[in-house]
């Protein structure tokens, strides 16, 4: 008789990393800018200043797709949550390095891309919907006519 397997085993966050799909080009509330490969189309997080923000798009230019925004979710996790000691621009310079040797695995940025993906579908719900020009009204059509003359007998009254 075989034992039952063990389902109450939660597996660790820290196996490897999780690859996703780079994001569509939406504008999200919480960070500056999009995401996607290429370094301008990355979320940074929206607090940096102009040199943190050109350094840190050297330090991740060197990452493949998308394992670069991976490292940029996870440190704005840590931004965010208020757990860097020194410097910013450290931590994710040893985010970088973690990544390059194959040991980064990522926890915080699996809710911070979740959040954007969150993000970007409600603003695209609420994002005004253009419609065609419509069609020039040809009079000649027998239903056209009857609805100008109910038109016109309405107005009459």
């Not at 994001?23 to 290429?38: K, L, M, N, W, Y």
């Not at 670069?68 to 949550?81: H, K, P, S």
Request: contains cysteine; hydrophobic residues 35%.
């Amino acid at each position: 008789m075989t034992p039952p397997p063990d389902t109450g085993v939660i597996p660790g966050t820290t196996i490897g990393t999780q690859r996703e799909s780079p994001q569509p080009h939406i504008s999200v509330t919480e960070q500056s800018d999009r995401g996607g490969g290429e370094l301008s189309d990355l979320d940074y997080p929206k607090a940096l200043l102009p040199a943190e923000r050109s350094r840190a798009e050297t330090l991740v230019a060197v990452l493949p797709t998308p394992l670069n925004q991976q490292v940029l979710d996870e440190w704005a996790g840590i931004i965010c949550a208020g757990e860097i000691r020194a410097s910013s621009l450290g931590c994710l310079r040893a985010l970088v390095r973690r990544a390059q040797q194959g040991t980064f695995a990522p926890e915080r940025a699996l809710r911070v891309a979740q959040a954007r993906k969150v993000r970007q579908r409600a603003e695209a719900a609420h994002a005004p919907v253009e419609l065609p020009e419509p069609a020039p009204i040809d009079e000649a059509n027998p239903l056209v006519r009857r609805l100008m003359d109910i038109a016109q007998r309405s107005g009459e009254k």
